[in-house]
């Protein structure tokens, strides 16, 4: 009967809901399926005034029954807290059942700065359904002013939650402005899950740079996102970019910005920076008034340099490809993300000076040489040449790359000398990184015979050369013979690897081996603390403590193959970081740092016969009442989190007993846990007056930072198999 008679009278005012304008008194928070008591007592509502001046509700109906002042106790019958009818600018009504009365005050954190209502009937709209039901408020003209159809989907279905609005100002019956809220309700307290009115936030990862490796020549676009957390559109917010360098602060750009709510907006700028050198860009909102001020700035760091590099230098070639006079030669290389430009960079070697022209692209190389009609007969017509005609002396020599252009003035040098290697012996001088220095520990001579022109080099490890009667191998020098190596490297890599680790708990690791050829390679994996081995290895029957516990055979090739290693932190190793890897083939690494914890002691729950306990949380100003009600065998212990330290002490229950604590100003909870299990979790609020305004201040934190810090917390006493049943 009930369901047939809120489809009449949903239907029945559909035509007003159509056409309801904009109302300031919105229906904010429900407590349809309430777990705290029975549903005919511990069902209410909760209504909002988004407006800054005072409603009069007199007359006011829900779902067609009218509200009447205060609230009926159910004890006793009598009406209390009638404080009238008008709901102050921005304040809350609590809407409870009339006739024999509610218990919502007893069970639930009420502001007692609230608004007090009940309904003339026994009970809200008819009793709120826990499957879905329609709530809908009129004025004293009958004009629908709110409507909310609402579904168990949305949550709050009976596990002590109420439904709470995201945004007051949004969609009434937008299943995405509605969430189950955080806590155990919020009546006449801003709802756990609404924004801050005013929440304007920008991290480090909303600011982006192009190039991402700029250099003063280039300069640099800094775009920045700016997030409007809040439910208040934002008009003329003034955003400020500045450049943090030596301490030194220097205003980049500032601009005035409207950001609609909820949503983001964008700015994008050119910096013509011309210093190289480390900066750190600043993005900062100014006068401008937030809620919430730990995200109002942010920084992200940004280097300026020239990436164009001497690379290579072929300065004594073997006599079997032929004479200094014909192929000595040298290379450069583009290590940047861009094309560089080679007007206004100069060559000098042997006292010479080489004007540059053209563009280089992004990780290409240039080789200058003696003679392009030799060269081209022992190298790869793909090679990209100029000419130079400088000599290399055989005794060591300096060749500079020199920036000079519109007072911008760099210089890159490189001497050599014969003792850094490749003194006529086939081989070139190769930079090992090119975006380090040239001292002589940065290079060396090349493993490919004849070097790698227009090719990448490395040193230390077999490479594509760029020999024009080798197309399909390199050559790789050992002491006594030149050997043709497949030129594609082998590809290793770890797949997964943990976050972290137990000690003593086991862990996996899987390894991705491919060749270019078929072969059989050795795989095993270990941790250590950088000489110390300081795991165990699982070789698929047994644990042991040694480097190669977990050595596998792997036959390997073109198609990528999938290994799995299992190891564990030997008992008794002191948490903090250590080295993990994978060896292969007994002279390749792959090694990633990893986190080690301490062992897990899981507790044991006690086996013992006990009532459940019944917690009522009450708060007055700045204080806050809990009585624990009931009998017990065992101790319950309860843990106080605040602003300040934790405190906690243990109760013996037996009977009644009232715990009184002072308020910190933000947020305070009180946990009680018994025979392993959380039992109950109160919240309280307590703001500040201030001394200027004497409004209350804001909050420190929110409620989902202190749950954040109350789980962690959990998390290092092992209490995380607890805190996941809650």
Known sequence: M??????????????????????????????????????????????????????????????????????????????YANTGMNISGKGFAIITDGGTGTNVYEKFNVNSSSLALHTNTSSICGGLSNTGDTVYLADSSGTLVDQVTYSNSWGANGNNKTLERIDPTGNSNSSINWKEGDVNGTPGFK???????????????????????????????????????????????NISIYNISDSALTLIHSQLLNITKRDSSSITIKWNNTVKGNSTILVRFENFTDDNITDNNATKNITFDFHLVINEIMYNPPEEIGSDADFE???????????ENLTGWILQCDSSSKLLSGNLSSNSYLVFVKDRTQFYTYYSSSIITDSESCS???????????????????????????????????????????????????????????????????????????LRNQTTSVIYRTNTEIVYIPKEDPDYKIVSFPEFVYVNEPFKTTVSLRSSREEIVTVYSYVYDGKNIVSQGFDGSNWKSTWTANKKDIKIGPTAVYAEFE?????????????FKVRIKDKTDLT???????????????????????????????????????????????????????????????????YTINLEEGYNSVIFIQNNRILDLCIFLYQKPSLVTGRVTQPLSTTNKIFIFIKSWLEKLSFLNIFRNI
């Open 392 to 466: 290399l002396n055989n005794d060591g020599d300096t060749i500079k790359l020199i920036f000079n252009d519109s007072g911008i003035y760099h210089e890159e040098t490189v001497s050599y000398s014969p003792n850094w290697g490749a003194d006529g012996t086939g081989y070139s001088l190769e930079k090992k990184i090119p975006t380090t220095d040239n001292n002589s520990t940065n290079w060396a001579e090349s493993k490919a015979y004849a070097g790698t022109p227009g090719a990448r080099n490395n040193p230390d490890n077999r490479i594509k050369g760029s």
């Open 2 to 79: 009930k369901i047939i008679l809120t489809i009449l009278i949903f239907y029945s005012s559909i035509n007003f809901f159509l056409s309801i304008g904009y109302s300031a008194i919105v229906i904010n928070e429900i407590m349809y399926d309430p777990d705290q008591c029975s549903d005919s007592f511990c069902e209410w509502i909760e209504l909002y005034n988004t407006e800054d001046t005072p409603v009069s509700l007199t007359g006011y109906t829900l779902c067609g029954n009218e509200l009447l002042a205060g609230y009926v106790n159910s004890s006793d019958g009598k009406i």
């Open 592 to 658: 990633r740092t990893i986190d080690v914890l301490p062992e897990r002691k899981e507790l044991q729950p006690v086996k013992a016969n006990y009532s459940k306990i019944i917690v009522h949380c009450e708060q007055s100003d700045n204080q806050a009442k809990i009585t624990v009600n009931g009998s017990t065998q065992e101790s319950t212990l309860l843990l106080h989190f605040s602003k300040g330290p934790i405190k906690n002490e243990t109760l013996n229950v037996n009977g009644s007993l009232t």
């Open 191 to 237: 709802n756990s899950v609404t924004p801050n009115e005013h929440d304007l936030a920008v991290y480090s990862s909303n600011i982006t740079f192009s190039p991402p490796d700029p250099s003063p020549r280039t300069g640099v676009n800094i775009s920045v996102s700016i997030q409007n957390k809040g439910i208040s559109n934002e008009t003329n917010v």
């Open 329 to 339: 030669w040298l290379e450069i290389y583009n290590n940047a993300t861009y094309t």
């Open 567 to 579: 190891n564990k932190i030997e008992p008794g190793t002191p948490p903090g970081k250590y080295q």
